[in-house]
């Protein structure tokens, strides 16, 4: 199991966009499952529904987006690459996500050549489907960007 601490030395999101609190499973080049607590506590659900809150499915497909990337960035070992979500394809919304759900997120890769590929991703709420659909991405130069333009 990797908690956020290692995930954060991988990835460049941070909270609030953070949206992986633990990967359970990694095998590289293959698969990963990680989770997602959804909480009450989340700004997001304050607006997306006032009396009902449901968690966003784009912020679904971006938490599978961030699985993706982990298996495909500790795949490549190479701490100089940023994975950048490409699009997605045969996605589907299953089920609503809502406050004290635990996003079961797992990502298997597809293909992979060169700096792109695609991933099949599966987001479940106690073994049920909430969302599923293929990720695409493409891996480029991390660089630091500043406001006076970017750095290398």
């Known amino acids: 199991m990797r908690d ?15 949206l992986v609190d633990r990967i359970l499973e990694l095998v590289p080049g293959r698969r990963a499952v990680g989770i997602k607590a959804v909480s009450m506590s989340d700004p997001v659900l304050s607006g997306h529904f006032p009396g009902y809150p449901v968690y966003p499915g784009v912020l679904v497909v971006e938490a599978l987006a961030q699985v993706g990337a982990l298996l495909v960035l500790e795949s490549q070992r190479d701490r100089n690459l940023l994975a950048m979500f490409g699009g997605i394809d045969r996605f589907r919304f299953r089920r609503p996500v809502i406050p004290g ?10 293909w992979q050549r060169g700096r792109a590929g695609k991933g099949y991703g599966k987001a479940s709420v106690e073994g049920e489907v909430a969302a599923e659909g293929e990720l695409s991405f493409g891996l480029v130069p991390r660089e630091v960007r500043t406001s006076g333009g970017v750095e290398t």
């Open 4 to 18: 956020v601490s290692w995930i954060t030395e991988i990835l460049p999101h941070r909270p609030p966009f953070l």
């Open 101 to 110: 759900d635990v996003l079961h997120l797992e990502v298997e890769l597809l």
